[in-house]
């Protein structure tokens, strides 16, 4: 009994499609249903949609998304380099922040899908993307399989520059408003903390120090 769990063992480690922890297994399930979210919801977003420009970053991200979903599909499913690669996410937006709160109206729950607006609609898009990367994040951390993690890894920057591109829509239209500190609270804030200069000291290891002779 004893050689054949062995066996078995063996060659259940020799097979690439099975180079996955237990823990990593649910994680990727995980990773993956919430990208089909994503990507439905993006769809069930795009019929309210009325500015163009916004169907433009909704439309680029989507395909982006896609394209990355299937990868990580790709390499999940064989343990293996997936057939694409990786890729880069470009934004079209400036990064130009306006700062400043100008009067606006109160927000409240929309009472019907009439009143669904732009603005809504880049707040669902960015909160789905900003929770993608963090669970990105905290999966590539327990992933084994050296491929599906750096697959993982790598599209961690993807989603921050999406999430950063929604905000500065958001930002150019005053749906998503940026107070600032004074000068003199900015000075204090920015200036707390100095380099290090000069050598750190050390203090000597255990793992250097000679054992003693029994």
């Known amino acids: 009994m004893k050689n054949d769990q062995q066996s078995f063992g063996q060659g259940h480690a020799q097979q690439p499609e099975f180079n996955h922890g237990g823990h990593e297994l649910f994680d990727l399930h995980e990773i993956l249903a919430g990208t089909i979210n994503i990507l439905d919801q993006?769809?069930?977003?795009?019929?309210?949609i009325q500015d163009p420009a916004l169907s433009d970053i909704l439309d680029r991200q989507y395909q982006f998304i896609l394209s990355q979903y299937n990868v990580t599909v790709d390499c999940f499913s064989t343990g293996q380099k997936p057939s694409e690669d990786t890729?880069?996410?470009?934004?079209k937006e400036q990064t130009q922040v306006t700062y400043g709160i100008k009067p606006s109206q109160p927000k409240k729950p929309n009472q019907s899908l009439q009143d669904v607006k732009d603005a809504g609609i880049t707040g669902h898009m960015l909160g789905l993307v900003k929770s993608h990367a963090g669970l990105l994040s905290m999966t590539a951390l327990e992933v084994t399989n050296p491929v599906v993690r750096r697959v993982l890894a790598a599209q961690i920057p993807n989603f921050i520059e999406m999430a950063y591109e929604i905000f500065l829509y958001q930002n150019k239209h005053g749906y998503y408003q940026v107070p600032q500190l004074t000068t003199q609270d900015m000075q204090a804030m920015t200036s707390t903390?100095?380099?290090m200069q000069g050598q750190v000291q050390m203090?000597?290891?255990?793992a250097n120090q000679q054992k003693p002779l029994h």
């Open 87 to 91: 890729a880069t996410y470009m934004m």
């Open 193 to 195: 903390f100095a380099p």
């Open 203 to 206: 203090p000597p290891s255990k």
């Open 42 to 48: 993006y769809m069930i977003f795009r019929q309210f």
